[in-house]
């Protein structure tokens, strides 16, 4: 299956501000998902991302705080905006690159403070 | 909405015995996966079961899909330390809509 990697794989950011998390897969892939995960926790779906089309988000997450760019069918990026402690938690890229399941990115933890 | 419910939550095990882990969904699933990310990784794909009462084996690990495609199961054989890590399933209710148990944290005593 393929490799999805992902930057960066931590980072320490203050209130306010914004952090985007980069993910590069080698080969091409249609969609790609966002997903935060609590240390812990269990993945939540943050957003689907397809090429040249506007993410599709769940329920909980709208586009001006995570927005999402998917400019081709090998990379894409998710931004966490105006960010609050609330935000701290893991972030996980990924895409079906196989026969089935999900490939992951190796995550990106954020800590807000 | 659409859940899927995983136990247990914890399992200690010595080394030598065995582990499984349960999953149901208030929903019949298209198809369900198995995860296992170790501690401090992300989760790697183990395992698709599509069939009713599918039932598919990987070394010492067996992974079974219910007849009526709303539970699952994961079971380890004889347990070792490299088992150690959080298991995951995900069902998928079509339309790439997966959903993740809350996930069974296994730990190995040696």
């Known amino acids: 299956s393929a490799v999805i990697s992902q930057k960066p794989s931590r980072d320490i950011c203050q209130r306010g501000t914004s952090l985007t998390i980069q993910c590069q897969v080698d080969s091409q892939v249609t969609m790609m998902f966002w997903y935060r995960q609590q240390p812990g926790q269990s993945l939540t779906l943050i957003a689907t991302?397809?090429?040249?089309?506007?993410?599709?988000?769940e329920s909980g997450f709208v586009i001006d705080k995570f927005p999402i760019s998917r400019p081709n069918l090998t990379f894409s990026t998710l931004t966490v905006s105006n960010m609050s402690p609330e935000d701290s938690s893991i972030y996980l890229c990924?895409?079906?690159?196989?026969?089935?399941?999900?490939?992951f990115g190796s995550g990106t933890r954020l800590t807000v403070v | 909405g659409q859940q899927v419910m995983q136990i247990p939550q914890y399992q200690h095990v010595q080394e030598g015995e065995d582990f499984t882990t349960y999953c149901n969904s208030s929903?019949?699933?298209?198809?369900i996966q198995w995860y296992k990310q170790r501690p401090g990784g992300h989760p790697v794909f183990l395992i698709q079961?599509?069939?009713?009462?599918e039932v598919k084996k990987q070394k010492r690990l067996t992974f079974q899909f219910g007849e009526a495609k709303k539970n699952s199961s994961l079971h380890i054989t004889a347990t070792q330390t490299t088992d150690v890590g959080t298991y995951f399933c995900a069902g998928d209710t079509g339309g790439f809509k997966t959903i993740f148990g809350a996930g069974t944290r296994l730990f190995v005593k040696a």
């Open positions: 990924s895409a079906i690159t196989g026969v089935g399941g999900y490939t």
């Open positions: 929903t019949t699933l298209s198809n």
């Open positions: 991302a397809n090429q040249g089309s506007e993410a599709t988000y």
């Open positions: 079961l599509v069939k009713s009462g």
